[in-house]
């Protein structure tokens, strides 16, 4: 059974500073990439940054600049550095794991970021 538990949500004040985790439990050979992802109250789920193995990283045009992705132990542990926080940040932010070895998908279970004015 794999799982991505992840830690760090929060009230911040807008300019503020979160930073998100995320750790995948669980058996698996490795982990290919892992993202994070977001949903605003009545809009679609979009992702925010990703990472693969190799280090090849991309983040969506609304945070570019302002967060940064890393991954971090045996890479099965994705940080979210967000600085700079708008109040258009706010949202539920889910962490996301391609595996190998199962060849699956996973999702954590989301964790609230609430940027006030």
């Known amino acids: 059974q794999v799982k991505l538990v992840e830690f760090g949500g929060g009230l911040v004040q807008a300019g503020g500073s979160l930073t998100l985790s995320c750790a995948a439990s669980g058996t698996f050979f490795s982990i290919n990439t892992m993202s994070w992802y977001r949903q605003a109250p009545g809009k679609q789920r979009e992702m925010v940054a990703s990472?693969?193995?190799?280090?090849?990283?991309i983040y969506s045009d609304s945070v570019k600049g302002r967060f940064t992705i890393s991954r971090h132990g045996a890479k099965d542990t994705v940080l979210l550095q967000m600085n700079s926080l708008k109040t258009e940040d706010t949202g539920v932010y889910y962490c996301y794991a391609r595996l190998i070895g199962p060849d699956a998908e996973y999702w954590g279970q989301g964790t609230q970021v609430t940027v006030s004015s």
């Open positions: 990472q693969g193995t190799g280090g090849y990283t």
